[in-house]
């Protein structure tokens, strides 16, 4: 499976255990320990080893009186955090229940030993290797097996045993090159286009990732790849909302996690009542985002290059982000991803680059064999 660790939520990609679909799941990166219903349905509740009962995600926003904000930036602050290694544990397991690995009306879900790949920030990866520090952060992950419960809405307990075997590392933003680039199958789509910049407007960070396509008479393309942090992603949008709705309502405190949700939905939880602010978010949103804009000005200077933008933040600006490519990019030099794939693009991606690694060890496994039976043959 496929894992883009983003600031904002965590996107999981893997392909469906019966039909032919590559599932893909983004889940908000919200936490909240979980609180006693006396009545009605239960919130699904998730347990990992002899951790506190814990919500995520959007029941988490929805039913907690506190969600705590899990923490925001690189990956070793991240990685190491207990609640987040809680909630990526329980992540896996719901992405295994998406993608229909689940068994109905069994208690006793199974022992998973899986292959991750990872997305990472770009500036933590270099071409042969990954940075000391994420990999001390990532050892823990790989250790020992973990023990994921999961209690439903009518109170019934389903429990996985979860183990990473091989965590594979890929720079983020190259996830979305990778997804527009090659087929499922791993092959290389014809294209004329030899330089392409990736734009990537996650909830964090800000990237840009630029792909250098060199084509050669075998049908295999050297790529060489440059990635470059700009700037924060949408977080400092959330932020702002999250000032302006303070001015107006003081008793109004907003987590990270939940003034990204204000931002992505357009609505606040006040007097008990869900509000519109859609108008508040979209006058902050043009006041704020001349910002990140302004990078992508910069770039489409650049009229060399193909350009593409991704990431959640591209569904926030799609109006601003058309409104600027359509005044300084000619159709074919541009592409802004369609709203239903750009939050999902990296761990899709992702997802492609594991499969292409697997194969390629099978492949070489194989080869090795061969080569010793020639040997004891002769």
Known sequence: MAVDNGNDALKGALLHARLPQLTVRRISTAYAPAEVMRVGEEVPTWQVDASEPFWIGDQALQVATTVESLPIGMSPERLLDRRWQHFFFACLAELLRAAGYERPGQ??????????????PNEELSRNSVHPTVLQALRPLLETPRLVQRTDEQGHTNTWR???????????????????????TGEALPTEVVRHVTVDIG???????????????????????????LDEGTIALARAVREHLRSLYPGVRLSDTEAQQVLVSGTLLRGGRRVDVTSLVSDVI?????????????????????????????????????????????????????????????????????????????????????????????
Do not use: K
Request: hydrophobic fraction near 40%; include cysteine.
């Open 286 to 378: 043009q006041a704020r985002a001349q910002r990140l804009l302004t990078h992508l000005r910069h770039l489409l200077q650049e009229e060399q290059t193909f350009v593409m933008c991704t990431g959640g933040g591209t569904i926030l600006l799609e109006r601003p982000l058309r409104t600027l490519l359509g005044q300084r990019r000619a159709q074919e030099s541009m592409l802004i991803v369609p709203r239903e794939l750009a939050a999902v693009l990296n761990a899709a991606g992702g997802y492609l680059l594991a499969q292409a690694t697997v194969q390629q060890r099978i492949q070489q496994r194989l080869t090795a064999a061969t080569a010793s039976r020639d040997e004891e043959d002769h």
């Open 203 to 229: 909830g964090g960070q800000l990237h840009r990732c630029t792909v250098t396509i060199d084509p050669r008479p075998d049908g295999r393309p050297r790529l060489r790849m440059q990635a470059t942090l």
């Open 162 to 184: 979860l183990q990473l075997v091989d965590v594979m590392p890929y720079p983020q933003t190259f996830g979305s090159f990778v997804a527009w680039y090659y087929s499922p």
């Open 107 to 120: 208690s006793w879900q199974g022992e998973y030993r899986l292959y991750v790949s990872l997305g990472l």
